[in-house]
């Protein structure tokens, strides 16, 4: 079993989260108030009961989410091919939080580790299935790419600072001539489609499955209407062989749009291997295998 995260984790815990169903939502008042199983960083959340949850923002920066996620999910729900989480109430700052937050229905399932997928190609085939269909929606009053989704969506120039300082604190530690050559090349494929929603985070941490299908896609905080390059990333994260070929397969997209994809991959792994190559192996060890499988991938495929 998977440990539950300690409560009280950016100053929210279960009795506040108890104390704000009681004042905002009295018709819930009477449901047991726990932690998750498996919580994300920008958000907690809580089972209200068996069938709700609770989601509170940890900080200001994940708050545009909450109002956008009320508003658009519920638009988007009926086009898509699985389940999305169903929004039931929007609560307001109180009981010394400073913060919006939801009330949303449960969604059954679990997250998509490996291990719980029978067939990875066909789940392959379901995520690009999923992506299209978003892309498909109707962006009419969509949120255009912005701070709002932390840029996914728009040009990976607002990234090019922090990946050339990447690259140079990295100097030995990967092939940063390789790397610079991935990150030039995703900059100079500018997108100029047409905007079409993107979920800004499409990994296995938000993706449920039950019987090693995919039933649900979750974390809308970072989607967005502009340019969809950033929802192919998980060709490398989650998948390799014969399931990236059925993804990159099914999706489509042009080469350009999968050159900014390596260039989103890329930006990600050599911020976060810049902040752990000496201190977490483990987690230094994932970083360097993407960055390779990435740069290999720009070099097939240019």
């Keep these: 079993m998977v440990p539950t995260p300690p409560d ?15 004042a905002q939502f009295p018709q819930w008042s009477d449901l047991p108030v726990r932690p998750v199983e498996v919580d994300g960083w920008d958000n907690r959340t809580y089972r209200l009961g068996e069938d709700l949850t609770a989601r509170l923002p940890t900080a200001a920066g994940y708050v545009p989410a909450v109002a956008k996620e009320t508003e658009w999910l519920p638009r988007l729900a009926p086009s898509l091919p699985c389940a999305v989480p169903p929004i039931l ?24 580790a490996p291990e719980r997928i029978g067939d990875m190609a066909r789940f392959a085939v379901c995520v690009a299935e999923f ?55 995703a900059l100079a494929a500018r997108w100029h489609g047409v905007p079409v929603w993107f979920h800004g985070d499409i990994a296995s941490g938000n993706l ?13 905080g970072t989607s967005g209407v502009g340019d969809p390059a950033c929802d192919l990333v998980i060709a490398w994260g989650m998948f390799s062989g014969e399931s990236r070929e059925a993804f990159r397969r099914t999706v489509g997209q042009d080469a350009g749009t999968w050159a900014r994809a390596r260039g989103w991959l890329l930006w990600k792994c050599l911020l976060t291997l810049s902040g752990c190559v000496d201190s977490d192996p483990d987690k230094a060890a994932v970083d360097r295998r993407l960055i390779a499988e990435v740069l290999a991938d720009h070099e097939l495929f240019g």
Excluded at 147 to 163: I, K
């Design 89 to 112: 109430g929007q609560g307001v700052p109180g009981e010394g939080y400073p913060f919006p937050w939801s009330v949303r229905g449960w969604l059954d399932g679990e997250t998509a």
């Design 208 to 220: 449920l499955v039950a019987d090693g299908r995919l039933t649900a896609v979750i974390d809308f």
């Design 131 to 185: 992506i299209l269909a978003l892309q498909r929606c109707d962006t009419t009053g969509g949120p255009l790419a912005g701070e709002h989704s932390w840029y996914r969506g728009a040009s990976l120039a607002y990234y090019d600072e922090e990946t050339r300082r990447c690259l140079a604190a990295l100097e030995g530690r990967v092939d940063t001539g390789r790397a610079a050559a991935v990150w030039e090349a």
């Design 8 to 22: 009280g984790r950016a100053g929210i815990d279960a009795a506040l989260v108890k104390r704000l169903v009681a």
